[in-house]
């Protein structure tokens, strides 16, 4: 069954697009997620 939405909802989930510190969208490079306003990295494991 199709549920619109789910998809996205499913990859906020994996994948944060805002940087928990300064709120600026998060760049990603492979499993490391970067910000490049503040600096602040982290790795898939601590998701």
Same mark, same amino acid.
């Given at each position: 069954?199709?549920?619109?939405?789910?998809?996205?909802?499913? +990859?906020?989930?994996?994948?944060?697009?805002? $940087?928990?510190? &300064? /709120?600026? *969208?998060? +760049?990603?490079?492979?499993?490391?997620?970067? $910000?490049?306003? &503040? /600096?602040? *990295?982290?790795?898939?494991?601590?998701?």
């Amino acid at each position: 069954m199709f549920t619109p939405g789910a998809d996205d909802e499913a +990859k906020n989930m994996e994948d944060p697009e805002e $940087c928990i510190v &300064c /709120g600026t *969208k998060i +760049k990603r490079i492979h499993c490391t997620y970067f $910000c490049p306003n &503040c /600096g602040f *990295k982290t790795d898939c494991s601590d998701l």
